[in-house]
Each structure stands twice: as structure tokens, then as C-alpha cells.
């Protein structure tokens, strides 16, 4: 099986993959789970980065102050390109850290968008075209994707009642349940998979701290946010919402 790069899963996600090559790449990614955990890393972190810190277009200072942090923290980088590796350190304690104190004195959050800010998620699937399970799985994912979550939710039942072990599905049906408004039960699937030790653990964990944040219960928010550990790839997300309702 073909090991690819981190650079080459940079590629993909950014759409900058060519034709063929990224229909080997899908083909791969459907049977590897390895490859699968790195993708929706890459896709996590970098999510992250471009909602909470990308600078405005026209705010010059903060645009020279991030280039300024990334050389400081992680060497000089070319192109657009910008490998697994590279985001992973963003994660850091230190460059969280400043990066957050950087953010903060440009550009202070809107309290009323911060459910929409820090909760957004796209579903990344390996499934394959076939049986009625992988078909449902596909829809479920289109809908989820195109924010129609009552249809997601409702896919995600029949396949989390088919595959209760699945911790990908599970964790995706929590997610659209704190969509739905169910938090009840949106937080007894988030918690399953949270107390268990897939990929999903700590994005589940992040996930219930959303829903705490969509209920304006930001005590609760904070616990599950300070459950996310150094290293992981939801790490420095949770420290800037963490940072965000700090005075809240």
C-alpha cells in the first residue's frame, strides 16, 4: 500500500491534487485508517486556523505579526503548501499562546458568533459506494455537510443502531444532534465516544464543550475544553475558545 507524504496529504485536502492521482489517493484512503486519521487531522487544525486566525485583508499589522510569529516559531516556509507537520505545531503551548494574545488585541471576539466560529465541522468518510450501509453513509454525509442536519441525524441513527461500536458514526450523529438542539442525547453519544479511545475521543470532547457553549453554560464549556490535552489536534482550538469566554 502506497505511504503518502504529508505534503501529498496537503495537497489533497487543499484540492491541489491532480486527477488521477487524487482517485489513487480516495482509493487508499478508503481502506486506510491511518491515512484517514491524518486527513481529518489536517482538515481539523487547519479549519482552526483559517476561521480563528487568518488575518483581515486589509489589517497589515496583524498580517506582519503572524508572519513574524510563524518565522519565530517554526523557520521560514515556502510556497502555499503547508505539510501535516507544520500545523501540528501550531498545536503547541507557546504558539497557542501567542497567537492568541496576538488575535485578541486586533480582532476581539463577537460573543454572539462564537457557537458559529468554533462549532463548525465538516464529516470526513471513508466509505465506499456499494451496500445500503456505505449508500446511507454517503447521504448521510452530503447532508451533514450541506448543513441539513435533521436528514444527517436521522441517517446516522439507522447506521449508529446498525454499527453501535463505530465510533466515526457515533461521534457524527452527537454533532448533528447539538444541531437539532437534542443535547440530551447529543451528549450521551459525545460521552460514549469520549470514553473510549478512538481518534474521535478528543473531538468529542470538544464537541460536548460546544454544545455547553451553544447552551451559554460556560462553566461546563470550560471543563471539557481543559480535557484536551497537549499534542492533540483539538488543542489549540480549545484554548481559543477557552480564551474567547474567558471573561464570560
Known amino acids: 500500500m502506497h505511504s503518502y507524504t504529508e505534503e501529498e496529504i496537503a495537497l489533497y485536502v487543499n484540492g491541489d491534487m491532480a486527477g488521477e492521482e487524487q482517485q489513487q489517493f480516495e482509493?487508499?484512503?478508503q481502506r486506510d485508517k491511518a491515512l484517514q486519521e491524518n486527513v481529518q487531522q489536517?482538515?481539523?487544525?487547519q479549519a482552526a486556523l483559517r476561521t480563528q486566525l487568518a488575518p483581515d485583508a486589509s489589517d497589515k499589522a496583524l498580517s506582519q505579526t503572524l508572519h513574524s510569529l510563524n518565522e519565530e516559531y517554526f523557520g521560514k516556509t515556502e510556497g502555499k503548501i503547508r505539510p501535516v507537520g507544520i500545523y501540528i505545531k501550531w498545536a503547541?503551548?507557546?504558539a497557542a499562546v501567542a497567537l492568541i494574545l496576538v488575535v485578541n488585541l486586533f480582532h476581539p471576539w463577537k460573543q454572539h458568533d462564537l457557537f458559529k466560529e468554533y462549532g463548525s465541522?465538516?464529516?470526513?468518510?471513508s466509505a465506499e459506494r456499494g451496500d445500503h450501509t456505505d449508500t446511507l453513509l454517503q447521504q448521510a454525509t452530503t447532508a451533514f455537510n450541506n448543513q441539513e442536519f435533521a436528514i444527517a441525524a436521522k441517517e446516522l441513527q439507522v447506521l449508529?443502531?446498525?454499527k453501535p461500536d463505530d465510533a466515526?458514526?457515533?461521534f457524527y450523529y452527537g454533532v448533528a444532534?447539538?444541531?437539532?438542539?437534542?443535547m440530551p442525547k447529543a451528549a450521551k453519544m459525545l460521552e460514549h465516544v469520549y470514553e473510549g479511545n478512538s481518534v474521535f475521543k478528543y473531538d468529542a470532547a470538544y464537541f460536548m464543550a460546544i454544545r455547553f457553549l451553544k447552551e451559554k453554560n460556560?462553566?461546563?464549556c470550560r471543563k471539557w475544553l481543559l480535557n484536551i490535552p497537549v499534542g492533540t489536534s483539538r488543542y489549540a482550538q480549545a484554548q481559543l475558545l477557552l480564551e474567547s469566554i474567558a471573561s464570560l
Open 27 to 29: 482509493q487508499v484512503l
Open 42 to 45: 489536517y482538515r481539523q487544525v
Open 92 to 94: 503547541s503551548a507557546a
Open 121 to 125: 465541522l465538516q464529516m470526513v468518510t
Open 160 to 162: 449508529s443502531e446498525k
Open 168 to 170: 466515526m458514526i457515533t
Open 177 to 182: 444532534l447539538i444541531e437539532t438542539g437534542d
Open 218 to 220: 460556560y462553566a461546563d
